[in-house]
């Protein structure tokens, strides 16, 4: 074998090329029969999507295994283990209730039930060949890169802009320093908990993750905080939004837009967004939103751009965190070649758009970003599963986890009150006064 085919055949490249027939598929959507998640499984077409689902994660499963070379041995009765797990926690997930007014997501109950099966049963031999959560967790990844569209930028204005780097480069550091300075918080579980914090929860976490090399176990601890106290924020904060931005304005306009802009910017899953700001001066109008869901959709455009610059930092550390002189060559090493990926899906799926290549579904949602979605949940699940397989409750209890606790909930309130103060002064003073 040549030293180029060595180089490729690693699970970074391996990944990037079985993405790109996903990206396709995705970008045929609208040509192929539904491809989504069932809500309801009462209805027949519903285990025919199961059962595409079920094709395509496997068949992507064996030809990344194929081509690393793993074993193949047990492969497809382990795979159909986890998938069904995957598929019960998609199900959950999707319901409409469980969706829209809990805010709650698939990869909440896939962490939840790999959890209850390891720490309830033995894990037997058997069930481990499919067992690959960095795997299905990169391409993912990649998936997702299709549901950024750099147009949701630019419905936001100068205003959304300037708010999400704002927040994102004050809270980012904010919950870092604290990480690790106040709670002694391991580097990697501490970029990827200020990641999480900072942009857009369980994405944002899973690529900081894949970027900084954290470890299952604190990924799988870190997303599951993320998603347990984003149900009481999702409540919490539209009633601290009524109760305290009336006092600053009395332009009933501006009231909403400074609340959506604070929902958008400290809860962190986008359903919980959603969920959240619907009931932000609901008896007015449903401006805030609006302004919720398109300051979110800023935020998240900014995933790739904090896992470049997290892998340009660790492109300069050497082994015991020697520095090495900046290259070229060394962040194209370290580099995660899927984070790349991501970024060129986001850039071909944004033009298409801009192209009007894309189709609009009987939802006004588009139909080849929505299946670059159930693609990536589906993937995501999957990982979580075996994440919840691979951890054992004893050591999420621990006391290392016990600082990232702490550590998160300070950050999360210092994005609170941060995040307030910003959307106050870029909605509340800074747009009505330049018309933004």
Known sequence: ???????????????????????????????LPTISIPSDMSDPSSW???????IIALATLFAGNKLLSRPMKGMLRSFIVVFIIAALAMWIGSNKFIKSELGLEPVFFSVIFGLIIRNAYHIPEWLKPAIQSEFY???GVVCLGATIMISDVLKSGATGLMQALIIVT???FFAYIVSR??????RATAMTLSSGVTICGVSACITAAGVAGTEKKSLSYIVSVVLIVVVPMIYLMPWLAERIVPMLTDDVLIQQEIAGAWIGGTIDTT?????SSEMA????????????????ATQNVLIGVVAFFIALYLSTKGEGGSKQRPSLKIVWDKFPKFILAFVVASLLFSMLKEADLLTLNAKGKLIETSLAKTLSTLFFSLAFVCIGLDTRLKEIVSKE?????YAFLTAQCFNIVATFLVAWLLFGVVKPTFGW
């Open 181 to 186: 300075k106040l709670f002694k918080v391991e």
């Open 1 to 31: 074998m040549s030293n180029l085919m060595k180089k490729l055949l690693v699970e970074d490249w391996v990944v990037v090329m079985l993405s790109i027939p996903l990206l396709i598929l995705a970008a045929c959507g609208s040509y």
């Open 48 to 54: 025919g999507k199961i059962a595409m689902l079920f």
């Open 137 to 139: 967790i990169k391409i």
């Open 170 to 172: 004050i809270v980012w």
């Open 271 to 275: 359903s919980g967004v959603a969920a």
């Open 401 to 405: 986890n016990r600082s990232t606790l």
């Open 281 to 296: 001066f609901a008896h007015i109008s449903d401006q805030a939103n609006k302004i919720a869901v398109i300051v979110k």
